[in-house]
C-alpha cells in the first residue's frame, strides 16, 4: 500500500508539474511564431493550437483542473498512509518547487515550441475532462463577456520585441534575405519613432512669408528644386499653408501677384507623433507633407511623406535630387563631415564608436563637446579626434574637418601592418 500511495503521489506531482507549466507556456507564447507553424511547417498540432486562441477558456480550465484534481489525488493518496503531517511535510515542497516553480520556468524560457509539442497530450486530457470542463468554461466565458458577444477573451497580443524576435529568427533560419530582414525592423520602428527623430530641422526649411509675389515664389522654387514650398504669416512658426508648383504652373492669372490663391492648407503634427501615426494623418489628410510642432505650438521641422519611406528603404533620390556626399575621405584618416550627417552614420562611415545620447547629429556633437558653437577655423581637440570647423555660422556648424589621431603604439602598429 505504501508502494502505491507513493506512486500514485509522484504521478499526480508529474501530471500537476506540466499541467502548471503548460499553463504559463499557453499564457507566454507567441501566437505569430504558431501562425507562422502552423502556415508555414505546417504542424498538425500547430494548426490545432492555434484554434484553442480564438477561445482559451476551454483549455484554461481542462489545465487548472486537472492540476488542482492531480494536487488532491497525490496529497491524499499520502495522507492516508503517512497522516496529514508527514503528508504536508513531504508534499508542500515537491509541489511548490518540483511541480510549480521549475515547470513554469522551464516553460518561460521555451513556451512556443513546448506549447506545440506537448499540445496532443494537453488534447488528451481536455477529453478526458470535458464533462466537467465544458459547462465550466461556458459559465466563465459568458461572465467574462458580460453579455458582450463581441469582446470575448481578448488576450495574448504580441509584443513589438516578440515581433523582432520573430524577424531575427526567420532570417537566422534563411526565410528572410538580409535586406528583407532590415527592411521589416525599419517597419516596426514606424511604431517607435517620433516625428522629430526623423523630420527636417527648423533651420533648413526653406519657406516663404505670404506677402511675397509670384515671382518670388517662381525664383525659390527654381532655386530650391522643390515642388512644395511652406508659407508663413509674420515668421516660420506660424506656418500657414503650403504652395504646389504645379498650380503655379497651371496659374490662369499670371499677372496676378498675390501668393494667397496658391496657398493649400498644411497638416500640423506634434513632435512626439510616432512615424506610423504622421503617416496614417497624412494619408487620411490626402497629403504628402506636415509641419512638425514643438510644445509650445512654435515650428520644429517639417516631414514628409518620402522622409518616412527613407526610414524603410533608405535614401530616395529622384533626377531631380542634388546629390551631396555628407562624408568624404580627405586622408588616411581625415574627413570632411557636413554638420547634418546623423552621429550613427559618422561613426559607422570612420570606424570609430562615437557616443552622446544628447544630440543626433555631427554638429550637435561639435557644438556638445566645445561647450559652445565654434566659429570658422575654430580647432577642437576630442581624444581621438582633431576637428576644423570649415564653415558656419552664428548661430550653427556647416561644416567640419575630422581628424583621427593616433598615439605612437597606435602608429607603430598601423605601420607594421602596413609592411
Known amino acids: 500500500m505504501m508502494f502505491s500511495a507513493i506512486a500514485i503521489f509522484i504521478a499526480c506531482a508529474i501530471l500537476n508539474a506540466f499541467l502548471s507549466g503548460y499553463e504559463t507556456g499557453f499564457v507566454s507564447a507567441n501566437l505569430i511564431r504558431i501562425r507562422n507553424m502552423a502556415e508555414k511547417e505546417r504542424k498538425i498540432s500547430a494548426m490545432r493550437l492555434l484554434a484553442h486562441y480564438e477561445n482559451p477558456a476551454r483549455i484554461i480550465t481542462t489545465l487548472l483542473i486537472g492540476a488542482n484534481l492531480s494536487l488532491v489525488?497525490?496529497?491524499?493518496?499520502?495522507?492516508?498512509?503517512?497522516?496529514?503531517?508527514?503528508?504536508?511535510?513531504?508534499?508542500?515542497?515537491?509541489?511548490?518547487?518540483f511541480a510549480e516553480i521549475m515547470p513554469k520556468?522551464?516553460?518561460?524560457?521555451?513556451?512556443?515550441?513546448?506549447?506545440?509539442?506537448?499540445?496532443?497530450?494537453?488534447?488528451?486530457?481536455?477529453?478526458?475532462?470535458?464533462?466537467?470542463?465544458?459547462?465550466?468554461?461556458?459559465?466563465?466565458?459568458?461572465?467574462?463577456?458580460?453579455?458582450?458577444?463581441?469582446?470575448g477573451m481578448r488576450m495574448f497580443?504580441?509584443?513589438?520585441?516578440?515581433?523582432?524576435?520573430?524577424?531575427?529568427?526567420?532570417?537566422?533560419?534563411?526565410?528572410?534575405?538580409?535586406d528583407e530582414h532590415e527592411m521589416i525592423h525599419s517597419v516596426i520602428d514606424l511604431q517607435t519613432q517620433c516625428a522629430n527623430e526623423v523630420m527636417v530641422p527648423r533651420i533648413q526649411i526653406q519657406a516663404l512669408p505670404e506677402t511675397a509675389t509670384t515671382q518670388?515664389?517662381?525664383?525659390?522654387?527654381?532655386?530650391?528644386?522643390?515642388?512644395r514650398l511652406p508659407v508663413y504669416s509674420e515668421s516660420i512658426d506660424h506656418i500657414v499653408g503650403v504652395?504646389?508648383?504645379?498650380?503655379?504652373?497651371?496659374?490662369?492669372?499670371p499677372g496676378e501677384s498675390d501668393i494667397r490663391r496658391f496657398i493649400k492648407p498644411i497638416l500640423h503634427v506634434p513632435d512626439s507623433m510616432k512615424l506610423d501615426d504622421v503617416l496614417k494623418a497624412l494619408r487620411d489628410a490626402h497629403?504628402?507633407?506636415?509641419?512638425?510642432?514643438?510644445?509650445?505650438g512654435g515650428t520644429d521641422g517639417l516631414i514628409t511623406v518620402e522622409?518616412?519611406?527613407?526610414?524603410?528603404?533608405?535614401?530616395?533620390?529622384?533626377?531631380?535630387?542634388?546629390?551631396?556626399?555628407?562624408?568624404?575621405?580627405?586622408?588616411p584618416r581625415a574627413f570632411v563631415v557636413d554638420a547634418n550627417t546623423a552621429l550613427e552614420d559618422l561613426a559607422a562611415a570612420i570606424g570609430v564608436d562615437i557616443k552622446d545620447e544628447e544630440v543626433e547629429t555631427a554638429g550637435g556633437w561639435l557644438n556638445h563637446i566645445a561647450g559652445h558653437i565654434p566659429a570658422k577655423g575654430e580647432v577642437?581637440?576630442?581624444?581621438?579626434?582633431?576637428?576644423?570647423?570649415?564653415?558656419?555660422?552664428?548661430?550653427?556648424v556647416s561644416s567640419i574637418r575630422l581628424e583621427i589621431i593616433l598615439d605612437e603604439r597606435d602608429e607603430t602598429d598601423v605601420k607594421e601592418q602596413g609592411t
Request: glycine letters at 6%; a negative charge; aromatic letters at 8%.
Open 380 to 396: 577642437i581637440l576630442h581624444e581621438p579626434f582633431r576637428i576644423t570647423v570649415l564653415e558656419g555660422q552664428p548661430s550653427h
Open 307 to 331: 522622409d518616412i519611406l527613407e526610414e524603410i528603404f533608405g535614401e530616395i533620390h529622384d533626377e531631380y535630387d542634388i546629390m551631396t556626399t555628407q562624408i568624404k575621405k580627405v586622408g
Open 157 to 178: 497580443l504580441t509584443s513589438l520585441e516578440d515581433m523582432r524576435v520573430l524577424v531575427d529568427e526567420s532570417h537566422e533560419q534563411g526565410t528572410l534575405d538580409p
Open 105 to 151: 520556468s522551464i516553460f518561460r524560457h521555451f513556451p512556443t515550441r513546448l506549447i506545440v509539442f506537448f499540445f496532443p497530450v494537453v488534447r488528451f486530457f481536455e477529453g478526458m475532462l470535458a464533462i466537467i470542463t465544458i459547462p465550466v468554461a461556458w459559465a466563465a466565458q459568458r461572465f467574462l463577456m458580460l453579455g458582450d458577444e463581441e469582446k
Open 73 to 97: 489525488i497525490g496529497t491524499t493518496a499520502l495522507t492516508r498512509e503517512l497522516g496529514p503531517g508527514m503528508a504536508t511535510i513531504i508534499a508542500t515542497p515537491v509541489f511548490v518547487i
Open 243 to 253: 504652395v504646389n508648383a504645379f498650380d503655379v504652373i497651371k496659374d490662369a492669372s
Open 216 to 227: 518670388e515664389l517662381k525664383t525659390m522654387l527654381i532655386e530650391s528644386g522643390r515642388t
Open 287 to 296: 497629403q504628402s507633407m506636415a509641419i512638425v510642432t514643438d510644445e509650445y
